[in-house]
């Protein structure tokens, strides 16, 4: 198992303006990890993000979004796939039937594992409508990538 971690691994960092924008860097260069991800049979990285009165989803309109290895803002957040939303939207199991449990006016969070080769690493991350007095932080993990022996 390879382990490639963003300079900012595991640490908790509150967003504190409006808008809130982090690119994320890493330890080697992005044609050795996406060379790394294309060799590899898995790859996975875990985005969380921690809330109270702060939104990822504002009904339709997305507040809060990372960014794809080639730049593109994705839809999704933390785990879920093929949706416009957080995991728990994808499981029916949201706080108050929101897109997201952020949103909710209580300490919530967002987020989970997301192994989408195709889209990995996590390159930049975007919040709006999330600064004092609302409360959000986030949390992203090392690139873990490997290969299943037959």
């Not at 997305?62 to 960014?67: P, R, S, T």
């Not at 499981?91 to 889209?119: E, I, L, Q």
Request: charged share 20%; glycine share 8%.
């Amino acid at each position: 198992m390879t382990n490639i971690p963003p300079t900012i691994s595991g640490q908790v960092i509150a967003v504190d303006s409006d808008p809130y924008d982090v690119n994320i860097n890493y330890s080697i260069p992005m044609e050795q990890i996406t060379s790394l991800i294309d060799q590899s049979t898995k790859c996975y990285q875990i985005l969380t993000a921690e809330c109270k009165n702060a939104k990822i989803y504002d009904g339709e309109n997305q507040l809060a979004w990372w960014v794809s290895r080639d730049g593109a803002r994705m839809p999704n957040w933390g785990g879920a796939t093929t949706i416009k939303g957080c995991f728990c939207y994808a499981t029916d199991n949201c706080v108050s039937g929101n897109r997201c449990n952020c949103g909710a006016n209580v300490r919530a969070s967002d987020g989970g594992r997301m192994d989408d080769r195709t889209k990995l690493p996590v390159s930049a991350l975007h919040f709006g409508s999330a600064a004092p007095p609302k409360e959000m932080s986030y949390r992203i993990e090392n690139l873990m990538c490997y290969t299943q022996v037959p």
